[in-house]
């Protein structure tokens, strides 16, 4: 990895991590996607985009966790919610599978942002 | 397009596919499994609840008149300040929905049959439920008096129903301002709440009503008289159903006691062969009531569904003022169904404390700066029930005549389904129940060619109880708190008052029928104890009993009076007043006889606060000191010489203090011999001629001691032999010790301890396991002040297999009428009902359960609130 793609690689990481905490203020966890998509079209590279994109939703996600957990006490909304599938005093085991989700989200939003502007870039160049 | 940007835009579209399978996957509910997305991913879900309640807020409000301040103490409980009552009930709605919305929208969707559309995924079967609620006229008879209270408003009676509206206004405030922090619950159930009416409110008061007087018990004596008479022993109805005074403390005691001989059997009568087939149908109705989801608890749980209250007078008390207890017992949930609040106007002067219904605006338990009352259930027979000839569907016969029923057409939504449509049926007494439970109850059933049953009680009709309440919350003196009790019709209560004047007194109350039993058949014993036969026109209601002739007892003579669900009244009332005001339906007295005794026991200047706390906490079991000296006697009886294990057993009893308590071993002894003495007494004739439940306990205590060669004794399987007392107590002692081997898997008595079996727990309202809070052991019995009741089945196998007690007291209260600043407090949940607040369970487990109480913090004055106990403050800004 050269400087410059190193560069990109964290700013990837920093978009996406700052654009999850944004976009989940919104309350459409599904927007968690142009997180990733947005560090894969600076990354401008599946590999780097994907990597880049799920450890900044890993992170931004991680955060609002982290703040949750600090705040409001969500261990027992997840109990409670765990309880209902036989499963309690597993918190925890919520918190990773979220900051897990939310990195594969990263990956996936990434991948997608830095396989469009492949697409789209080169067509462009070639006019 | 190159070959590199082929490979990527294959390798995009994979990805694009697997990103929209994924994300999908977590945005839509899969059956009973919601969206897994929204509840748990940043953004929505349990990252959008709030566990506690902002420490400050300020809340500009366009429809208030002046500014409200809300203090929430250190337990979560609102002291709300207000120029205005308007004002007041604005900002109580807004806390009630803040802390307990759920509750209160599942409230008003059970009385108004909407709950299926919105629990078919976790309740299959609950649209039948819905459809019984809307027959029950819940929802229809809420709607009028709704309309009733803003006629009254209308023409000047009243000036109150705008505090409702403007209760219904902050409820709706706090739920357009928080959209995006709704509990739980509702992204299980993947709906969003409704807007607040003032219909609501007067649903959920239909829906505390209900609770506490519907019963089917008619049905079952009658069966039950008839399974006698089948065989031969119609003197032991009579029996059974006449003699249960025996130990009874009247609540009201001018009107004698029954310290007399119980009232001899009745002269048998002859039957028509037709009752029985009857009896036969309503038992199968009852059975298939019992199916319906929510009701098999209503026809098989123990007398926990009781209260205490009581009250000292000054002569009594070591300050010269009266003192005032009271725990109204009732199903355990989290959270509890009571909600701690303290209301203060300025304008008006109104500063009540009490236990509100989250979505009614006004405490419905409380004391003022002036007065202090208690309720408990008074158990009066209000709902009778008719059974008619029909001619066709639409026509049905009444007093020999043919009588078109009326209708009411509803259509019940279904989650996931098309709505039902149903149309209830009524006569002129009221609803046709039996069209009621799954699929329909058909005619052949009851045993009547082409006939329906209906039922008519008293929550059929508009109710004035709200006018009771805020007169109540407004009495500064026993007067005015006499003239609010006339509007207190349902359900029957017992009412015990104390105000700062010196005065105490009991007012058993509801708004209770007189039936025509002119003309009814000979076997029935009428005052609506039994169904009557509407096509013979029988068991009219022709008014009822003027409130001047219900039993009242003010400053008596005794210094204190006492209910515990027990016998209203003495035999003399009756007598002078021609009313038979409660045939049946009071708790057999054990508890009450235990508060009698110990507040009989304190001697002049002697009773204080703690001594009403421990009174509170108390477990010693009445039944257990009135059985375990004949246990005792009996084996002496029965084993000159004793065995090892006889002995023990024997050595535990006889050193026992009849205390429930949860580490001693005695507790589960006398439990598990009771419930074997009940069977080796009553079982073989339940079995033999059908008795669907056991006398009461205090029948058994008679016959005990009254009267051991009862035939109540006697194994009716057995023939020739005839056993007695000593029989029963022996046998029910080895039964008892067999079976607590075996469920703690151990032959040493000296490891039943009775916490280990004797357990409480606070399920979440949708009984799924979301917030459920237990077990935890717990001291006491049926029995006992301190009440809970688990059933002891004859299967069980293992100490795992005993479910925890869900019922309880629901509140504690004592008030001290020197003082009211003294006054303590407690409920078995907590003020908020997010899982994740620390107000959840908080006085659940750190009071409750430890037997302690919080302070009221009783100001009328928010600057002179202790600082130390204040953890969040409101500001509504007014006056725009």
């Given at each position: ?49 994907c ?46 599978l979220?900051v ?27 006019k | ?35 897994l ?64 919305f ?17 629990l078919?995924?976790f ?12 027959a ?61 009416d ?50 009874q ?5 001018e ?42 608890d ?30 109204m017992?009732?199903?355990w ?6 909600y ?22 006004i ?19 209000v ?48 609803p ?87 003309g ?58 021609g ?30 606060i ?21 246990i005792?006697?009996?084996l ?24 429930m ?71 029910a ?95 078995p949940?907590?003020?908020r ?48």
């Open positions: 990895m050269d400087k410059k793609q190193l560069i990109l690689f964290l700013s990837g990481i920093a978009l996406s991590a700052i654009l999850a905490w944004i976009l989940s203020i919104t309350g459409i966890w599904q927007l968690v996607i142009i997180a990733g998509f947005a560090a894969g079209v600076l990354n401008y590279s599946m590999g780097w985009g990597l880049s994109g799920g450890v900044g939703v890993f992170i931004g996600w991680g955060g609002i966790v982290l703040n949750g957990i600090i705040n409001n006490n969500p261990a027992a909304l997840l109990d409670a919610f765990g309880s209902i599938m036989g499963l309690t005093g597993i918190a925890w085991v919520f918190y990773i979220i897990m989700f939310g990195f594969l989200f990263g990956v996936l939003g990434g991948a997608l942002g830095g396989g469009i502007i492949r697409l789209i870039v080169p067509k462009t160049r070639e | 397009m190159g070959k590199i940007d082929k490979k990527i835009l294959i390798n995009v579209i994979i990805v694009g596919v697997v990103t929209a399978g994924i994300v999908t996957a977590f945005s839509i509910p899969l059956g009973v499994i919601p969206a997305g929204n509840i748990l991913f940043p953004g929505k879900g349990i990252w959008k609840i709030p566990g506690e309640v902002p420490e400050y807020e300020e809340l500009e409000v366009f429809n208030l008149e002046n500014d409200v301040t809300v203090i929430r103490d250190n337990w979560g409980v609102p002291h709300i300040y207000a120029k205005s009552e308007a004002d007041l009930a604005f900002a109580l709605g807004y806390v009630h929905a803040q802390d307990r759920f509750q209160m929208d599942m409230g008003r969707r059970e009385v108004q049959g909407r709950l299926a559309e919105v078919a995924d309740a299959p079967g609950v649209e039948e439920y819905d459809k019984f609620n809307l029950l006229g819940m929802k229809y008879w809420s709607e009028k008096t709704a309309e009733y209270a803003m006629e009254l408003q209308d023409n000047g009676t009243i000036d109150f129903m705008d505090d409702w509206v403007k209760y219904a206004d902050g409820v709706n405030y706090y739920l357009n301002t928080h959209k995006n922090e709704k509990p739980l619950e509702y992204y299980l159930l993947g709906f969003n709440p409704e807007p607040w003032i219909v609501d409110s007067f649903s959920y008061t239909a829906f505390m009503s209900s609770m506490l007087i519907l019963q089917f018990s008619d049905l079952s004596r009658y069966s039950e008289y008839m399974a006698f008479e089948a065989a031969g022993y119609e003197e032991w109805y009579a029996e059974k159903y006449n003699n249960i005074h025996y130990g403390r009247p609540i009201v005691p009107y004698g006691d029954y310290s007399s001989p119980p009232v001899p059997p009745s002269t048998p009568v002859e039957v028509p062969e037709e009752n029985f087939e009857l009896a036969l149908g309503f038992t199968e109705f009852l059975n298939a009531i019992g199916d319906l989801p929510y009701q098999k209503l026809l098989t749980r123990e007398f926990t569904h009781g209260s205490n209250n009581w009250v000292v007078d000054g002569t009594k008390t070591t300050t010269g003022k009266p003192i005032l207890a009271n725990d017992h009732l199903a949930n989290s959270p509890g169904i009571w701690e609040a303290h209301l203060v106007c300025e304008n008006t002067g109104l500063n009540t404390y009490g236990f509100t219904v989250a979505g009614v605006p405490p419905i338990v409380a004391h003022n700066a002036h007065i202090a009352w208690g309720f408990t259930n008074a158990g009066m027979d709902m009778d029930f008719y059974f008619y000839d029909t001619i066709n569907d639409t026509h049905y016969v009444y007093d020999g005549t043919p009588t078109a029923f009326t209708t009411i057409d509803y259509e019940v939504k279904i989650k996931g389904k098309e709505p039902e449509q149903f149309t209830l049926r009524e006569t002129v007494h009221g046709v129940v039996s069209d009621l439970t799954y699929g329909g109850f058909s005619a052949e059933d009851f045993g009547l060619e082409n006939g329906v049953l209906a039922t008519q009680w008293t929550l059929y009709n508009v109710t004035n109880t709200f006018r009771a309440l805020y007169g109540f919350n407004h009495a500064t003196n026993l007067a005015e708190f006499d003239e609010a009790s006339k509007f207190f019709d349902v359900p029957g209560q017992n009412i015990v008052y104390a105000d700062v004047d010196g005065n105490i007194q009991i007012r058993p109350t509801a708004r209770v029928p007189i039936r025509d039993d002119t009814i058949d000979p076997w029935n014993t009428g005052n609506g104890t039994m169904p009557y036969n509407g096509s013979a026109g029988q068991g009219d209601w022709i008014g009822f009993v003027p409130f001047e002739d219900l039993p009242v007892s003010t400053n008596p003579s005794q210094n204190y009076l006492v209910s515990a669900n027990q016998v209203s009244v003495g035999p003399d009332y009756a007598v002078t007043k009313y038979h005001l409660q045939p049946y339906g009071y708790a057999d007295g054990y508890r009450a006889r235990r508060i009698n005794e110990a507040l009989e026991a304190k001697g002049p200047g002697t009773i204080d703690d001594f009403m706390k421990d009174l509170h906490f108390d477990v010693v079991d009445t039944s257990a000191a009135a059985f375990t000296p004949v005792l006697a009996e002496d009886n029965a084993y000159p010489s004793k065995s090892t294990e006889i002995q023990e057993i024997y050595d535990i009893l006889d050193g026992w203090d009849y205390e308590d949860k580490d001693e071993v005695a507790p589960t002894i006398f439990r598990a011999w009771r419930d074997y003495m009940y069977q080796a007494t009553y079982g073989d004739e339940s079995s033999e001629y059908g008795i669907s439940a056991y006398p009461d306990l205090n029948l058994l205590e008679y016959i005990v001691y009254e009267n051991a060669t009862s035939h109540w004794f006697d194994d009716v399987t057995t023939t020739p032999k005839v056993e007695n007392l000593t029989d029963c107590v022996v046998k002692v080895d039964y008892a010790l067999d079976y607590l081997t075996d469920v703690y898997d151990s032959a040493d008595p000296t490891t039943w301890r009775w916490g280990e079996i004797h357990k409480g727990a606070a399920p979440d309202l949708l009984g799924i396991g979301v917030g459920y809070v237990g077990p935890f052991e717990l001291s006491g019995s049926g029995y006992t002040v301190t009440p809970s009741g688990i059933s002891m089945r004859t299967y069980y196998t293992s100490t795992s297999d005993f479910r925890p007690s869900t019922h309880g007291a629901s509140q504690r209260y004592i008030v001290d009428l020197s003082n009211m600043n003294n006054s303590i407090s407690v409920i949940s907590g003020q009902a997010i899982q994740s607040s620390r107000h959840y369970s908080d006085q659940l487990i750190e009071l409750f359960l430890q037997g302690l109480y919080h302070e009221q913090w009783f100001t009328n004055i928010p600057s002179n609130f202790p600082t130390t106990a204040v953890e969040s403050e409101i500001y509504f800004v007014g006056g725009h």
